[in-house]
């Protein structure tokens, strides 16, 4: 675990909280570091080449999570250097396009449905998006017109194997949000719990 023991390991594309998670449903991605550095290299990947992996403090956990990330690559033998800096120096990189042009999106969002995140980042015509996937599309318009929520629920299943079997998402860990009033709260969570968001007990 890491981020003091709040972060849990993600199966799939998103927690599942989210409306259509079905991680039961999908083969988890097979961690195999040694078969990695062979794709890569047939691949002709760049080996010796390093870049940064830079992380901002969003909250306090978050640089954690970016820095076992960056472990992560090296682990297949990329040359990835983790870098924590301050977000006004993240953003001047940005701006002045010194960035490597690969991004690490930390969160997906903290609704039920999953959709929100990827207006933004996902949909063809996203603001910010990363991808132009017309059936992808298709997948969530037809999902986001059943009014129905148990119907709706199923047709996300579609939306979150299909993301999957694309790989167009691959979460590394999902952080668990702690929040609380007075000194009655406990503030330990449930061991293994495949979401971000926390169960509060009381004494």
């Known amino acids: 675990r890491i981020a003091g023991r709040a972060g849990v390991p993600v199966v799939g594309p998103y927690s599942t ?75 001047r990189l940005w701006r002045t396009k010194e960035a490597f042009p690969m991004s690490f999106v930390r969160s997906w969002n903290v609704y039920a449905d999953p959709t929100a995140h990827f207006i933004s980042y996902m949909k063809s015509d996203g603001g910010v998006s990363f991808y132009a996937d017309p059936v992808m599309d298709k997948i969530w318009d037809d999902a986001r017109r059943i009014v129905d929520p148990v119907k709706q629920a199923q047709a996300f299943e579609k939306f979150f194997t299909y993301i999957h079997e694309q790989a167009y998402v691959v979460d590394l860990y999902a952080i668990v949000d702690n929040h609380g009033i007075g000194p009655k709260v406990d503030w330990r969570y449930p061991p293994g719990l495949p979401s971000r968001l926390d169960l509060i007990t009381w004494r």
């Open 17 to 91: 909280f989210h409306l259509g998670a079905v991680p039961d449903k999908i083969q988890e991605y097979e961690y195999n570091p040694e078969k990695a550095k062979q794709l890569l290299k047939e691949a002709n990947f760049p080996m010796d080449y390093q870049f940064p992996v830079y992380a901002y403090v969003a909250s306090a956990p978050a640089p954690q999570a970016v820095e076992s990330f960056a472990n992560y690559l090296q682990a297949v033998g990329l040359k990835a250097q983790y870098r924590l800096v301050e977000v006004s120096s993240l953003i």
